[in-house]
């Protein structure tokens, strides 16, 4: 950071590849947290046969319009281009409000009436929550969710038929024996792999698209919850995570409560100290692709308010609760076990050289090396420093020294 509070970049390469990782897929989003990709393969066929990412966290602002309006202010208009479902194809399933009642209604008061749906529509009231209020962007979401699951079923039919059809005549060029040409044979074999391969991508589309889960944590504007509160939602939420669930948090601006919730959850989840954790949070919030040409001296804090990123430097300096809890013996079933339950966190992944993000959850062999060289440099720049300190000052003493000495001179003369 530079005296002026500008952001000094020491690898721009490095740089933009964090802010291309942690900007969100709309134009007011931001990840704070990334899991890796998990792929099995079909080691018969060589391909995929499913992938998902796990463990994330998206922040980010009320979720409504474009996910990337034009930059002359019209609204692209295009297949699968509205924020909900871009959040959807992300494997985005859990949404948390964390937006107060009143606000939330005023919020959809001002957005325009297209692009909300009718609360009392009876083909939608069935899709709203009895235990929550009755949100319009609550329908709006499952209304998106129907509408891709219903697409990405299509396509999987759609796929099928075309390997069905690519495998049948497949069999008729082989029928036709050695009169067929070589290049139509190899034009029918790729035809099916292509097939295939569009079949094993529609089916993995569909099982990544995440079950829909609205929660609501009315918190008011620019306010905290107490610490009791905080606590009992941020375990509700890593619980969420444990089971696979991928989060967005958003709020109005999505920078106060979202921050508040974020540089916590990324205290807790990685053990960050209250420094390290708010600089973690602001560096992802300024990555969202709304603020790419604000410079860094015009950025919002985020958290916003001064009593938010106070409670982020109380609550996670009174944190004392361990990652997992003691060890307990079982002998359930007949079968001796040794279970350590985990209360909080997530398992860091392996750091990416190529992707800017993360931390070695363990100190690798080559890494403490690096550490020890450094150390060494550190360690010789240090004895040097002191060297010549000392013959600095035992050069002064020595000057001093013959300075009384030529004073003493002068004086017996």
Not at 145 to 170: G, I, P, Q, S, W
Not at 252 to 259: A, E
Not at 285 to 306: N, W
Request: charged content about 25%; glycine content about 6%.
């Amino acid at each position: 950071m530079k005296p002026d509070g500008s952001l000094a970049v020491d690898d721009i390469t490095k740089y933009k590849q964090f802010r291309l990782n942690h900007g969100g897929p709309t134009a007011s989003s931001y990840w704070i947290v990334r899991g890796i990709i998990t792929c099995c393969q079909d080691h018969n066929q060589h391909t995929n046969v499913d992938a998902w990412l796990l463990d994330r966290i998206l922040l980010g602002t009320y979720p409504s319009g474009q996910a990337f309006p034009d930059k002359r202010g019209q609204q692209r208009v295009a297949a699968r281009s509205d924020a909900i479902t871009c959040m959807l194809l992300e494997q985005l399933g859990t949404f948390v409000c964390l937006l107060e009642e009143a606000e939330v209604r005023a919020v959809e008061a001002s957005l325009p009436s297209d692009e909300l749906p009718r609360l009392d529509d009876p083909s939608i009231m069935w899709k709203v929550s009895p235990t929550l209020p009755p949100f319009a962007f609550t329908a709006m979401l499952h209304l998106r969710h129907a509408k891709l699951r219903t697409e990405l079923e299509h396509a999987v039919v759609a796929a099928e038929k075309y390997v069905v059809m690519a495998t049948k005549t497949l069999e008729q060029v082989q029928q036709r024996g050695p009169e067929v040409e070589d290049f139509v044979m190899d034009l029918s074999v790729k035809k099916k792999a292509l097939a295939e391969n569009n079949l094993t991508q529609a089916m993995a589309n569909l099982k990544q698209l995440q079950p829909l889960h609205i929660l609501h944590i009315p918190i008011a504007r620019n306010h905290t919850p107490t610490e009791h509160d905080l606590r009992r939602h941020l375990q509700h939420l890593e619980g969420r995570l444990r089971d696979g669930q991928n989060l967005y948090l958003f709020s109005r601006d999505g920078r106060g409560r979202t921050g508040l919730f974020g540089a916590l959850l990324l205290g807790r989840l990685y053990g960050l100290s209250p420094i390290q954790a708010l600089e973690r949070q602001q560096r992802c919030h300024d990555c969202q692709r709304a603020v790419a040409g604000v410079p860094s001296t015009r950025l919002v804090s985020s958290p916003e308010a001064q009593t938010q990123i106070h409670m982020v430097h109380q609550f996670l300096r009174s944190m004392s609760d361990t990652i997992y809890a003691n060890v307990v013996t079982t002998a359930d079933e007949g079968a001796y076990r040794v279970v350590r339950a985990q209360r909080r966190g997530l398992g860091v992944q392996s750091y990416a050289a190529t992707m800017g993000y993360m931390v070695d959850a363990f100190p690798t062999v080559d890494a403490m090396a690096t550490e020890h060289a450094a150390d060494v440099r550190a360690n010789r720049a240090a004895k040097k420093e002191i060297r010549a300190m000392q013959l600095r000052v035992l050069n002064e003493m020595v000057q001093w020294l013959d300075d009384d000495s030529i004073a003493n001179d002068l004086k017996t003369s």
